[in-house]
Every structure is written in C-alpha cells, then in structure tokens.
C-alpha cells in the first residue's frame, strides 16, 4: 500500500484546489521559510482524524479554514482528500484503491468520507489501526515528535512501540473488555435487587388474585340487578324520543315552506339585482362616451394654440437668418482681403530665413572639429592617469608584500623556539599517562567482578516480586468472587426477610410485648431432609402467630382494622391445650408432628392438625384458631418455616464466607507489603547496579581518555618534528622573495615619474583647447539665436494664412446655413395655419354629437332610480318571511336538543351496559329478565364488595405476567454471571498476548536500534532499557546513548544534532520490524552537519525501497537524494502554490498539477 495522491482545498494557506500525486521512493518538499510546507503535513494529520487545533499550529479548529488575505476572500469550507494504493489488501476493505475525505465548514459542521460515503471518525481510526499510520503514529515525525520521542516519560514513550507491536487493537479490546466486565457487574447488583423486589411482588399478588374472584363473583350478582333497572329506564325514555321525533317532523314541514317562498322572492331580488347592475354598466359606458368627447375637444384646442405659438416662433426665425446672410456677406469680403496681405508677408520672410541658415551651418562646422581635438587630448589624459594609478597601486602591494614577509620571518623564528620547548613538554607527559592508563585498568577488573553480584541479586528479587504479584492476583481473583457470593446470599436473606413481613411481626411483637410469641415456622425446628414433609402438612398454618388467649388475638386484630396494617393468622394456646385431638386425626403410623422439634411448651400445637372453618362476626374460628384483620391491605404476615431455615443457612453460610475474606484481605496485605520490601529493594539494588555501571562507565571513559592523550601525544611529537623542517624551508623561500620585490620596486618607480611627466603637458594643452571652444560657443548662441527669431516670424504668418483661410471657409457655411433656415421657416409657417384650420372644423363636428349622448344618458339614470325603488319593497318583503323563518327554526332547534338529549341518554345506557357490564343492549333487553331484589338486599351486596375493599382485578393476569418476567430475569442473571466470566478469560487472555506480542517487539526493536545507531555515528553505542520487566502490560522504555568518544549517558544529556540521529535510529529501527506505508519526516534534518546528513541520506535510500517518504528539508543534500521534489512558493502574498521538478530534468506546469 502508497500514498497515490492528496488534494487540498481551501486549508490554511492553500486557498486553491492542490494535487500533490507520489510515486514510490523519497519526495522533498521545499520552500522558503513560511511558505506553507509544513502545512502539507498538518493536512495530512489533519485529515487522518487530529482534533487537536494547537497540534495543528491552531487556536481553534475554524484556523485550518483559509482565512483570505488582503486580495482574496476567505473561503467558507476546508477539504482534504488522501487516496490511497490499497492493491495488496493492507486496508480491510475490499477495494483497490481507497478516498479518505475530511470537510470541515465555517459553520462548525464537519463530515468524514470513505470512497465518498459518509463516515465516523471511529471508522477511520479502526481502518488504520495497527498500519502504523496515524496523528501520533511513527509514520509523521516533526521536530516535536523528535522532543517527545527523546523527552517523554518512559510510560509515555511506550505508546509507540505498543503500535510497532500491533498490541493497540488488543489493548483498546482490553479497555473495551474492562467496560463490559463494569457494567456486568453493575446490572447483576440491579438484577438482584429487581429479582429480590419481585420475589416479594409475587407473594403480594397471590393475595390479591384470590380476593380479586370473590369481588368477581359479587360483582355479577349486582349486575345482573342493575342490567334490569337499566333496561327498564332504557325503554321508558325511548318512548319519549318517539314522541319527540314526530314534533319534529311537522316543525320541519313548516319550516320548508316558508323557506321556498323565501327563495321565490330571493330568486325576484337576485333578478332585480342583475338588471340594475345591467343599468349601472350601461350608464357607466354613455359617461365615458361623454368623458372621452370632451377629451378631443380639448385635445383639438391643445393641438391649436400650440401650431400659433409655432407659427410666431417661425415668423422670428425666419427674419433672424435673413440678417445673418447679409453680415456674413459682408464679412466674406474683409477675410478675402487680409488673406492676399499675409501670403505676400510669407515670401519675404523666407529669403531672411534662407541666408540666416547658411550662417549657423558654417559655425556647426567648425565647434564639431574643436571637438574632436579635446575629446582626443582628453583621452590621452585618461591614459596617463590610469598608468599612474596602476603604477602607484602596485607600489603599494609590493610594500605591503614586503612588509607582511618581515612580520612572517620574525613569527617563524618564534615559533621554533616554541616548538622546541613543546617537545620537551610532551614527552614528559607521555610517561606520566603511561602510569595513569595502568592504574584504571587495575580499577576496571574490580568493578567488573561486583557488578556482576549485583546483577544476580537483582535478578532473584525481581524473579520473587514476579512470583508474589502473580499470588496476590490469584488471592484478589478468589476475594473478588468471595465478595460477590457474600452479596448474593445478604440479597437473598434481605428478599427473605422482606418475604416473611419481617417489619410487620417486629411490630406485633413490640406493640404487644410478653403476650406474643413466635409464628409456628419460627418455633419449630425440622431437619432438611423433613422440611418439605412437615411444610406441606402445615401448609399456611407454618404462618400462623401463637398467642396465650382469645383476648390477646381479638385484641391484635382490632389493632391491625383501626390501622389498616394488614391481615394475620393466630394460634391461641389458652384454647389448644383444652381441645381433645379426634380419633380420625390420629395416625396409625408415624406422626408428622414427631419430625418436628420445639420447647415443650409448644409441644401440643405440633398435634394440631387443620380443620374446617366457620364464619363468626368476620373473624374465622377453628378449633383454637382465629383470623381477622383488613384484607384490601398490602401486608400479609409470612413467617414459613422453609424460609427460617434457608435464612438461618444463609446466615451460617454468609459468617464462613466473611471469615474467609478476611483470611484473603489479610494475605493479600501480607504479600504486598513483601511486595513492597521486596520491591524497595530490588530498587536499591538496581540502584547501586545503575551506579557501579556509571562509575564502570567513567572509568572507561578516563581509560579511553587516557590512551587518546597518550596516542595523541606520539603523534603531535611526530607533527612538531616535521612542522620545524617546514618552519626552515619557509624562512629560506621567504627571504628570496625580498630581494625580488626590492628590484620591482625601483622599476615601477621611474615608470610613475615618467607617467606624471606626460600628464603634465597634456593638461596644459587640454586648456587652451577649452578656451577656443568657449569663444567659439559664444559666436554659435548668437547666430543659432538670430536664425531661431527669424524662423519663428515666419511659422507665425504660415499661422496667419491658415487661420484667415479658415474663417474664410466657415463664413461661407454659415451663410448657407442661414439660407437653409429662411427656406425651412417659411414651409413651417404655412403647415401651421394649415393645422389651425383643420382643427377648427373638427371641433364644431364633436359638439353636435355630444348633445346627443346627454340625452341618452339622463333617460338611463331615470330607469336605474325606478329599478332601486322595486329592490327596496322587495327587501322589506323578505325581511318579514326571514323573521317567521326564524321563529319555526328556534321552536326546531328546541325540538332537536330535546330529540338529542333523549337520544344521548339512550347511548349512554347502551354505553354503560356495554361498558360496565359487557354486553349489548338487545342481549340485556331480551335475556335479562325483571329480578325482583330488595333494596336491603342490595345494600348488603354492595357491602360486601366494600367489605373487600380495594380490590386489583388484573392481579391473576399481573402474577402471570409476574411468574414470567421472574423467570426471564432468572435466566438473564445467568447468562450474565457465564458473560462475566467469558469476560476475565478474556482479559487474560488479551494480557498474554499483549505480553507476547510486546517482549517480541521489543527485542527485535532494541536489537535494531544498537546497530542503525552504530551506522549512524559510525561508532558508539546506544541500548533500549525496560523500566519494569516484571510488568509488560505497564512498562515504561528508557533510552540510553554512548556517541563515539563519548561517555555513556541519557539522551537529555546529548546535543541537537546526536538527539536528532538517535530519534532517526529508533525510527528507522521500527521500520525493520513493521514498515508504516509512508513516513512524513518534518525539517528533522536541520541540525545534522554535512557529514551526519550525508549519512542519513544514505540509509534513507535503502528505507525508500520498502516504504514511502516525504522529506520536508532545506538541505541541499536531502534534496539530492529525492526522486521528485515538490516546490512551495507564494508568488500571490499568502497562498500557496506547488510547482513539481523531476530529478530527471521534467518540469510538470502548475496548470496539470491543479488540473
């Protein structure tokens, strides 16, 4: 997979559509300074999901919108578009070439596209996960990612090689695995309450469906004596309706009646209406005649007075042209004669001008041969001074020269005599470093043998803590289950509780202290195994409360009527112990009551058995047995012996389940405190290591530093010894160059002084030139002056003649105009009076015929006045008729509600029938028959029904209902309980191959990375460091580097340049293992020196043959190692442009790169 091309439109500075197309191998982009290069790369982020607008170089996401500038307007939408090669299925997605569009409009509305379809950003992020590309992947490393990569905290360092490893999917899996594993466990805590609270809605619901078919079965005796009333009711007021219907009938009769001879007579009127109108139109047609009469008359009058104001104004132009022909005449004649004048002035003139010319032609002559003799003498001038120059030039170097040689030979003498001295120096300190280089390597075998201890113990300790985490997550696993089984079965005992009216029995027992006992459950004691068998013989009676006397439970239910607390059961022992058992209630085999266990004081109950009931003022009476209470109550007193038993079980169970959380909470603390110990010092241990390996390290340093200063004083003895010959031969050639330098210093001597010589007769010459040329000058200004004056008199009477011909011509038109006007004012004057009398006889016509249309038009208005009479008496007509229309209507509608309210009554007894009772009215009308029920009757009905008090008729369908979602919530918890722990296998699962995946990578990484950075530097050495190998899933990476000839240290401590190829080893060190598509890599060449960059240019063409770089650099040698380079220009101020150069020598025109 490549990066095939990217479109930009309207982001940051480029405000035009872009295409930037790459092929495999490396692209530069260059460009000055804040040209917008950078911006290629922030696009690229931007579209690949950055929401961060200061990574951008941003304050708010709106700035990546081109902002316009002071010639262009801004743009309202910022798009960007990467294609991509995807022919070898990188990408999941099955198409082989793949569009990814980003849009982000002024609005703030935003929108990603995969092959123009709209999409998530989430779905962008999941196409390139594990790719290696991305907004803080490896494939983009700018100058910061440098910083961050070298800065960063070892934990945050690792997010990178988490990518290279491919463990970033596993680990968002994890976190997402994490979430579900949460909310599991928050809806088995709301799944146990809900179950808990259903349990108790089940036993409540029980109640109720059973009271709910009692009230049912009172409910129908009751309906079937108010079906009959209705009935009775229903046929007494559909008689009534009858009646009124046929009222209605014959009002409505009356009530047509008059309404046809109230159409007849709007019919009369409606006809009336029209012809008036027919009236208004005809009157209104004869006023327009009329108005449109008098319109020509005036029209007529108009036309009139405007030809006799023509006619005056022809009349006074016609006399103007003819006075303006006669003085044109005139004039013709005094133009004719001043023209013949200036023409014989003209040939005077040009004889003066004629000789005047040959004057000032001899005087031109003889100034251009002056001339020529100083421009020659001039030059010869020029020659002499630059020989002068040069010869004074070259007197000044050579004494220089010679001068520069003295002070050389004095600092050569100096210097020998200072080499001489720095021999005998060095050789006295190359003894001295011969003894110290002994002693380090002495000191180096010793560190090697107690680093080497230190080493072992850390790896023990760390071996130990490994081992103690591995315990503490198995205890933390068994605490965590113990936990949830204790929440469980305390749910549980709550439901029970809750069950059993717990609340209710502490409140009887409070109120009614000493004289109440347990309920029957309670006091007895049933092995498991009999439970079920003693349960089933007791039935409701294992509910039953157990009392001294008859006084003490009447007393109690009036308690629980008066305040509505609810319904109970009771034993009263008073009446047990003097009843005699009956023979039939005797068994022949083993009795049930003798697998049961009580004090010996509620022994007899255990003999009791059930017998029948019978009613006595409300309260049921067995033999010893009495119940009362409100039924209509919510609370119904339960206290079961299966659920005293499973209670107390819980109980014992939950006291064994605590106990041994508190054996794990303690071991857990035990083992992390050891943790703790163990951890402190393997610390300290790693901290001595650290620091016998810095102290090893220094001293290596000083070894290597020692054996350079040794190796370095041989050779310098060896460079002062063939520096002193060099110094000698130096000296010898030195002083032949004095002598040469001394003869051309007298040559150029002499030349100087004869240079001079000659300059000075030239001067002179060069005067006396210019003093004839000044005299001559003078003559030339006044001739030339005299020849300019004459020329002139004659230009000007040329000008003369010209103009007087010119006013000759234009008096001759201006007389045929004049002729022209007379003509035309004379054929106006007589069309005047032509059109005077036409209109004359024109308007005498009209009058005659407008007396004509005001007759007619005074005979309409009189009809027109007739016809409103008529309609007038008509309206009064039909007033009346409306009036007795609205009498019936009223007396109708009267009628109507009362047909209607005796009709609604009869809905509503069939609606109520329906409704209340369920059936139809014909049903109720033929087979309900009359029931002859007293009042008392009724009364003690519906006393009965109120005796049961609220009453929930759906309850039998609700627990239905009830029963089913119980069961469904049953089946849910355990599918929740197998989902939690599908989700820890795979948790754990995820941490195994995360750990795997990672100490792969990792290895394959560190190993790369020692032998790119010794490329790099040709030299060195530089190693990638777990912080905690114990720990894979969390562990930060720290890096160390060594540049040849320097000690080991961190890398904060290197320069810019070291960092820079340090953050490029590792790069291209990831690269081995999972090459990203393309990398981007920002000016990161901009502190690497011409060796350091020769060098990255190298291995960047070997990384170019497995993946795509864009290498955005101004390096000259960065650029020769592109195949194609992208140039960024602003020739407009504030946008950008593209223009792309081959290295082949094609130049591809801006116009095909836009498109």
């Not at 090669?85 to 793949?98: A, H, Q, R, T, W």
């Not at 002056?785 to 003369?800: A, G, L, T, Y």
């Not at 007894?909 to 014909?922: A, D, L, P, Q, Y």
Request: aromatic content about 6%.
């Amino acid at each position: 997979m490549h990066l095939k091309t990217i479109e930009i439109n309207g982001f940051k500075s480029f405000a035009d559509r872009t295409v930037l197309n790459f092929g495999e191998g490396i692209t530069a982009i260059v460009g000055p300074n804040g040209c917008g290069k950078t911006n290629i790369t922030d696009a690229i982020k931007w579209v690949l999901g950055e929401q961060s607008a200061k990574s951008l170089r941003g304050t708010k996401m709106e700035d990546v919108i081109f902002s316009g500038t002071a010639s262009r307007k801004q743009t309202s939408v910022s798009e960007i578009t990467l294609t991509f090669d995807n022919s070898k299925n990188v990408l999941p997605i099955d198409y082989s070439e793949v569009s990814v569009t980003r849009r982000l409009f002024r609005t703030g509305e935003s929108e990603y596209q995969l092959n123009k379809t709209p999409v998530r950003l989430r779905d962008i992020k999941d196409l390139f996960l594990d790719t290696g590309i991305g907004t803080e992947s490896y494939s983009i490393m700018e100058q910061g990612k440098i910083d961050f990569i070298l800065q960063s905290k070892p934990a945050e360092r690792r997010y990178i090689f988490e990518e290279v490893a491919g463990v970033s999917k596993y680990k968002s899996k994890r976190e997402e695995a994490l979430r579900k594993l949460e909310k599991v466990g928050q809806d088995m805590l709301r799944l146990n309450d809900i179950l808990s609270e259903l349990e108790s809605q089940k036993s409540k619901l029980d109640t109720q469906a059973r009271k709910a078919r009692q009230y049912q079965k009172y409910l129908d005796e009751l309906k079937n004596y108010e079906v009959n009333s209705l009935v009775q009711k229903y046929q007494q007021v559909k008689e009534t309706n009858s009646v009124k219907l046929k009222e209605l009938t014959e009002m409505n009769e009356k009530l047509s009646n008059v309404s046809v001879e109230i159409d007849k007579l709007d019919a009369k009127y409606s006809e009336l209406k029209i012809t008036l109108a027919s009236k208004e139109d005809e009157l209104i047609s004869k006023r327009t005649e009329a108005n449109k009469i008098d319109s020509s008359i005036a029209i007529l009058n108009e036309r009139i007075l405007s030809a006799e104001t023509a006619k005056k104004e022809s009349i006074i132009r016609k006399d103007e042209a003819k006075q303006e022909i006669e003085q044109g005449q005139t004039d013709l004649n005094d133009y004719a004669a001043e023209l013949a004048g200036a023409k014989k002035e003209l040939e005077e003139a040009e004889i003066v001008v004629s000789t005047a010319s040959e004057i000032l032609a001899k005087k031109t002559e003889q100034k251009n041969k002056l001339n020529s003799e100083i421009t020659k003498t001039n030059s010869d001038i020029e020659n002499l001074r630059s020989v002068i120059f040069k010869c004074a030039t070259e007197l000044s170097e050579l004494h220089n020269k010679k001068t520069s040689i003295d002070l050389f030979l004095k600092e050569i003498n100096n210097r020998i005599e200072k080499q001489k001295t720095q021999e005998q120096e060095t050789l006295t300190k190359k003894s001295e470093q011969e003894k110290i280089a002994g002693a380090i390597k002495e000191k180096i075998t010793v560190i090697n043998l107690t680093l080497e201890e230190k080493k072992k113990k850390a790896e023990n300790l760390s071996a130990k803590i490994n081992q103690l985490r591995s315990d503490i997550e198995k205890n933390q696993n068994e605490l965590l289950s113990k936990k949830e089984l204790g929440a469980q079965f305390t749910a549980r005992m709550e439901a029970m509780s809750r069950n059993s009216n717990y609340e209710l029995n502490s409140r009887i027992k409070e109120t009614f202290k000493g004289r109440v006992h347990r309920t029957v459950g309670d006091i007895i004691t049933v092995s498991d195994e009999n439970l079920s068998v003693v349960q089933s013989a007791l039935g409701e009676k294992s509910d039953y409360i157990v009392v001294d006397t008859e006084n003490t439970a009447i007393e109690i239910i009036n308690w629980l009527k008066n305040g509505n607390y609810g319904w109970a059961n009771f034993l009263i022992m008073s009446e047990i112990e003097r009843m005699q058992i009956p023979q039939s209630q005797v068994f022949s085999g083993k009795k049930i009551s003798d697998l049961a266990n009580c004090d010996s004081q509620f022994r007899k109950i255990m003999d009791f058995l059930l017998d029948d009931a019978t009613l006595k003022n409300e309260n049921i009476y067995s033999r010893g047995i009495i119940c009362g209470g409100t039924v209509h109550s919510t609370n119904r007193l339960r206290g079961s012996l299966e659920t005293s038993a499973e209670i107390n079980r819980l109980k014992n169970e939950t006291a064994i389940i605590n106990g041994e959380i508190g054996e794990l909470t303690e071991l857990i603390k035990n083992e992390q405190g050891e943790i703790a110990s163990t951890g402190t010092e393997l610390n300290d241990t790693t901290v001595s290591v650290e620091t016998e390996k810095n102290e090893l390290m220094q001293i290596m340093a000083e070894l290597t530093s020692a054996e350079e200063s040794l190796k370095t004083s041989v050779n310098y003895l060896t460079i002062l010894s063939a520096e002193y010959e060099n110094l000698n031969n130096q000296k010898i050639e030195k002083e032949s160059e004095i002598i040469a330098i001394t003869d051309k210093i007298s040559k150029c001597s002499t030349q100087e002084n004869s240079a001079k010589t000659g300059f000075t007769d030239a001067d002179i010459q060069m005067k006396k030139l210019q003093a004839e040329l000044e005299k001559l000058e003078g003559d030339f200004t006044n001739v030339q002056i005299d020849f300019s004056v004459k020329s002139s008199q004659m230009e000007n009477i040329r000008e003369k003649i010209k103009s007087a011909d010119t006013t000759l011509q234009l008096t001759s038109a201006k007389i045929e105009k004049s002729k022209k006007y007379f003509n035309d004012s004379a054929d106006k004057i007589a069309a005047m009076e032509k059109i005077i009398s036409d209109s004359t006889a024109e308007i005498n016509k009209i009058v005659v015929s407008k007396d004509t249309v005001d007759d007619v038009l005074r005979n309409i208005e009189k009809e027109r006045d007739e016809i409103k009479n008529s309609i007038i008496e008509l309206e009064n007509n039909l007033r009346t008729h409306r009036t007795h229309q609205n009498t019936i209507q009223e007396e109708t509608r009267t009628l109507e509600r009362a047909v209607s309210s005796t009709a609604s009554e009869i809905r509503q007894i069939e609606n109520r029938i329906k409704e209340e009772k369920g059936i139809s009215i014909e049903d109720a009308v033929n087979n309900y028959k009359v029931v002859a029920m007293e009042q008392d009757e009724v009364e003690k009905l519906k006393k009965k029904i109120e005796t049961l008090g609220a009453v929930n008729l759906a309850a039998p369908e609700e627990y239905e209902q009830l029963e089913q979602r119980y069961n469904f919530l049953t089946k849910q918890k355990e599918d929740l309980e197998k989902a939690r722990e599908d989700l820890h296998n795979a948790i754990n699962k995820i941490n195994i191959t995360t750990r795997q995946n990672f100490q792969k990578t990792f290895t394959v990484v560190r190993e790369n990375f020692r032998n790119i950075f010794n490329q790099l530097f040709e030299g060195g050495e530089a190693d990638l460091l777990l912080t905690d190998e114990g720990n894979l899933l969390e562990t930060g990476i720290d890096i160390i580097a060594q540049p040849p000839g320097k000690k080991l240290q961190h890398i904060s401590l290197l320069s810019g340049g070291e960092r820079t190829l340090t953050a490029i080893a590792i790069l291209f060190a990831i690269y081995l293992v999972k090459p990203a598509p393309f990398c981007i890599l920002d000016e990161i060449d901009g502190q690497l020196d011409e060796a350091n960059v020769l060098r990255f240019t190298r291995m960047l063409k070997e990384f170019a043959k497995i993946s795509q770089f864009f290498v955005i650099t101004h390096n000259k040698r960065t650029m020769e190692a592109a195949n194609v380079l992208y140039g960024v220009t602003m020739e407009e101020l504030g946008i950008s442009k593209i223009i792309s150069v081959h290295l082949e020598g094609e130049k591809v025109p801006e116009e095909r790169l836009r498109q």
